[in-house]
Nanobody, 124 residues
Framework: QVQLVESGGGLVQAGGSLRLSCAAS????????MGWFRQAPGKERDFVAA????????FYADSVKGRFTISRDNAKNTVYLRMNSLKPDDTAVYYC?????????????????WGQGTQVTVSS
């Protein structure tokens, strides 16, 4: 079982930036597809970004494309989400997740392990 802990959330003004980190423990995630999802109050948990185990393939939700960047450092067992040009609509709890599926996936049902989430609030 993989344990995931997110950090880096907080309050930021519109147009600002944040970098989220997801530290994995329990086992190495170097062979896992890693993803970020977010859930706003009263809404479903939505896909944000995903990265293949070697980092060569990345996918983004249309709403964050060009503003967010997912990356990973397998030596540190850590995944990052750099968020630029933040908007109030980006306000949500952000979750890190790991998928043992081969390749890369954006389907939430393919993710086996989840962190507790970190709050991101963007003020207008």
């Amino acid at each position: 079982q993989v344990q995931l802990v997110e950090s880096g959330g907080g309050l930021v003004q519109a147009g600002g930036s944040l970098r989220l980190s997801c530290a994995a423990s329990g086992r190495t995630v170097s062979n896992y597809c890693m993803g970020w999802f977010r859930q706003a109050p009263g809404k479903e948990r939505d896909f944000v970004a995903a990265i293949s185990w070697a980092g060569g393939r990345t996918f983004y939700a249309d709403s964050v494309k060009g503003r967010f960047t997912i990356s990973r450092d397998n030596a540190k067992n850590t995944v990052y989400l750099r968020m630029n040009s933040l908007k109030p609509d980006d306000t949500a709890v952000y979750y890190c997740a790991a998928s043992s599926i081969v390749g890369v996936t954006t389907d939430i049902t393919n993710f086996d392990s989840w962190g507790q989430g970190t709050q991101v609030t963007v003020s207008s």
